[in-house]
């Protein structure tokens, strides 16, 4: 039966007396909500159990059901409801991206690719969330729930004393209470009996749950093998969001997860059809963060004539420091040729006209690093848990890092480096971007990880 599901609270699961009806339930899988909406004749017939054991659980599971529902919807004086507040994530251009920084009473859901630095601002804000109201704080307590590994508590160390403001204010690792959970069932009795406890003991100090990350567990071990599992992994991802966004409410506080990515297929579909602004993969982009032209790909793949959107290079080739790279080795290659060839002519005066011509070009790159520009490059990366999980979210954060044009090449200065390796063209580049929020517009900032944890870049830093 599901009774611990629906109440795992509920003192019947502890009556020894209702062991063998709770056995029969699951013999014959009746439900909570059989009991709740079936007679107690129907129920007893299903059951093979006597007529006044079954309605003397349903009359108490019914009472309980009642006293849960009046609690849950106690009408509140408007003076005593609590709206959503913000707490700072200590750096100034992520707050203002983020509308403020990271709301309470809702869910913010940070997802990139690994290495993205998704556990570095999670520890941030673990810290940021302690800090008084006059520093932007809301001196809070954190759980941090990790699914992979456990917190890596040095670096925490490294952050705290690499910001003055975090020792002064006596922001501590002590503040944090660190769960891990080893696989599903592990993960949701945490969720659904522990943190509940743990909340209502703090008493209001806790302002924040982090769950690094909310996908791990579900991407392994729920089955998605037919239609079917696919309809009972919504329902499920849609309890877990519910039950932390109860917590949100009830207590205050902010629920800030990690989600991990996974590729999408492009959609084909067997005839060819122009997407209308309602279609599913038509917005789909918007909600998953990806680039402009991807998104224009995306809409136009399907499309019955005109142009042939999956060869059409152009509306994908956004590398521009792909193209910038190229240009300038085209250009130190010149240099050298135009040298050579000088080089040739004066040190053999009598060389016949026709001999007067460059050296032939060549390249101290690998050739097929020369191309570097123009990839045709279609963004396909999805958040994990879909839609069902989105439409709980009130923020959601993608974490991106890829490679931009390292100085040497900006400062046109390639012709001074006399190695081979193609690494030195490039340097990391991420990105923060605010996909959707109820607070802020969709907005992205470049960033980088620092011993001090992550902070926004501004103007001519990138
Ligand atoms: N002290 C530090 N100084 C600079 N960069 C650091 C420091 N510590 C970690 N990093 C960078 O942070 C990145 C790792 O970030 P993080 O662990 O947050 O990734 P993640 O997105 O959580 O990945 P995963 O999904 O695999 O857990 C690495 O690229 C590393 O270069």
């Given at each position: 039966m599901d009774l611990y599901d629906e109440f795992p609270q509920s003192f019947l699961l502890c009556d020894e007396g209702f062991t063998p009806l709770l056995d029969a339930c699951r013999r014959y899988q009746v439900s909570v909500v059989d009991f709740l909406t079936l007679s107690s004749k129907e129920l007893a017939r299903q059951l093979q159990r006597s007529i006044n054991e079954v309605t003397k659980f349903q009359e108490l599971l019914t009472a309980e059901y009642d006293d849960q529902l009046t609690e849950f919807n106690k009408v509140k004086p408007i003076s005593e409801v609590e709206g959503p507040v913000s707490f700072t994530t200590t750096d100034v251009g992520i707050d203002e991206v983020l509308g403020g920084g990271v709301y309470t009473h809702g869910i913010t859901e940070i997802f990139g690719e690994s290495s993205s630095g998704k556990s570095q601002l999670l520890m941030q804000l673990c810290l940021s969330v302690q800090l008084p109201t006059d520093m932007g704080g809301i001196k809070g307590k954190c759980v941090y729930i990790t699914t992979e590994g456990d917190l890596p508590t040095?670096?925490?160390?490294?952050m705290i004393s690499a910001r003055d403001e975090l020792v002064r204010y006596g922001v501590s690792q002590e503040n944090i209470y660190t769960v891990t959970c080893c696989d599903l069932i592990n993960q949701e009795h945490i969720l659904n009996v522990q943190l509940p406890i743990l909340l209502e003991n703090s008493k209001g100090t806790i302002k924040l749950i982090i769950v690094d990350s909310i996908s791990h567990h579900m991407r392994v071990e729920l089955p998605s093998r037919d239609f079917k599992d696919h309809q009972d992994n919504r329902f499920y991802v849609d309890q877990v969001a519910e039950r932390l966004l109860d917590l949100?409410?009830?207590?205050?506080?902010?629920?800030?997860?990690?989600?991990?990515?996974s590729d999408r297929p492009l959609f084909e579909s067997p005839e060819p059809y122009v997407a209308e602004l309602t279609d599913y993969e038509y917005q789909l982009g918007w909600w998953v963060g990806w680039k402009n032209s991807s998104i224009l790909y995306h809409q136009k793949y399907n499309e019955p004539k005109g142009v042939d959107y999956r060869d059409n290079e152009d509306m994908l080739s956004d590398d521009e420091d792909g193209k910038l790279i190229h240009d300038e080795m085209v250009r130190v290659e010149n240099l050298s040729r135009t040298k050579a060839a000088k080089i040739t002519v004066s040190s053999n005066e009598k060389t016949s006209s026709e001999d007067r011509r460059p050296a032939p070009r060549s390249s101290t790159f690998p050739p097929h690093k020369q191309r570097f520009y123009k990839k045709r490059r279609v963004d396909r990366r999805v958040p994990t848990l879909g839609l069902t999980w989105a439409n709980h979210l009130s923020t959601r954060i993608l974490l991106s890092k890829t490679y931009k044009a390292s100085p040497?090449?900006?400062?046109?200065?390639?012709?001074?480096?006399?190695?081979?390796?193609?690494?030195?063209?490039?340097?990391?580049?991420?990105?923060f971007k605010v996909v959707f929020s109820a607070y802020a517009e969709s907005k992205e900032i470049p960033f980088v990880i620092t011993k001090r944890g992550v902070e926004s870049l501004l103007g001519d830093d990138w």
């Amino acid at each position: 039966m599901d009774l611990y599901d629906e109440f795992p609270q509920s003192f019947l699961l502890c009556d020894e007396g209702f062991t063998p009806l709770l056995d029969a339930c699951r013999r014959y899988q009746v439900s909570v909500v059989d009991f709740l909406t079936l007679s107690s004749k129907e129920l007893a017939r299903q059951l093979q159990r006597s007529i006044n054991e079954v309605t003397k659980f349903q009359e108490l599971l019914t009472a309980e059901y009642d006293d849960q529902l009046t609690e849950f919807n106690k009408v509140k004086p408007i003076s005593e409801v609590e709206g959503p507040v913000s707490f700072t994530t200590t750096d100034v251009g992520i707050d203002e991206v983020l509308g403020g920084g990271v709301y309470t009473h809702g869910i913010t859901e940070i997802f990139g690719e690994s290495s993205s630095g998704k556990s570095q601002l999670l520890m941030q804000l673990c810290l940021s969330v302690q800090l008084p109201t006059d520093m932007g704080g809301i001196k809070g307590k954190c759980v941090y729930i990790t699914t992979e590994g456990d917190l890596p508590t040095q670096r925490l160390a490294s952050m705290i004393s690499a910001r003055d403001e975090l020792v002064r204010y006596g922001v501590s690792q002590e503040n944090i209470y660190t769960v891990t959970c080893c696989d599903l069932i592990n993960q949701e009795h945490i969720l659904n009996v522990q943190l509940p406890i743990l909340l209502e003991n703090s008493k209001g100090t806790i302002k924040l749950i982090i769950v690094d990350s909310i996908s791990h567990h579900m991407r392994v071990e729920l089955p998605s093998r037919d239609f079917k599992d696919h309809q009972d992994n919504r329902f499920y991802v849609d309890q877990v969001a519910e039950r932390l966004l109860d917590l949100a409410n009830k207590h205050s506080l902010a629920v800030v997860v990690a989600n991990q990515v996974s590729d999408r297929p492009l959609f084909e579909s067997p005839e060819p059809y122009v997407a209308e602004l309602t279609d599913y993969e038509y917005q789909l982009g918007w909600w998953v963060g990806w680039k402009n032209s991807s998104i224009l790909y995306h809409q136009k793949y399907n499309e019955p004539k005109g142009v042939d959107y999956r060869d059409n290079e152009d509306m994908l080739s956004d590398d521009e420091d792909g193209k910038l790279i190229h240009d300038e080795m085209v250009r130190v290659e010149n240099l050298s040729r135009t040298k050579a060839a000088k080089i040739t002519v004066s040190s053999n005066e009598k060389t016949s006209s026709e001999d007067r011509r460059p050296a032939p070009r060549s390249s101290t790159f690998p050739p097929h690093k020369q191309r570097f520009y123009k990839k045709r490059r279609v963004d396909r990366r999805v958040p994990t848990l879909g839609l069902t999980w989105a439409n709980h979210l009130s923020t959601r954060i993608l974490l991106s890092k890829t490679y931009k044009a390292s100085p040497m090449i900006r400062r046109g200065e390639l012709h001074l480096y006399k190695g081979s390796d193609p690494l030195m063209f490039w340097q990391v580049k991420r990105m923060f971007k605010v996909v959707f929020s109820a607070y802020a517009e969709s907005k992205e900032i470049p960033f980088v990880i620092t011993k001090r944890g992550v902070e926004s870049l501004l103007g001519d830093d990138w």
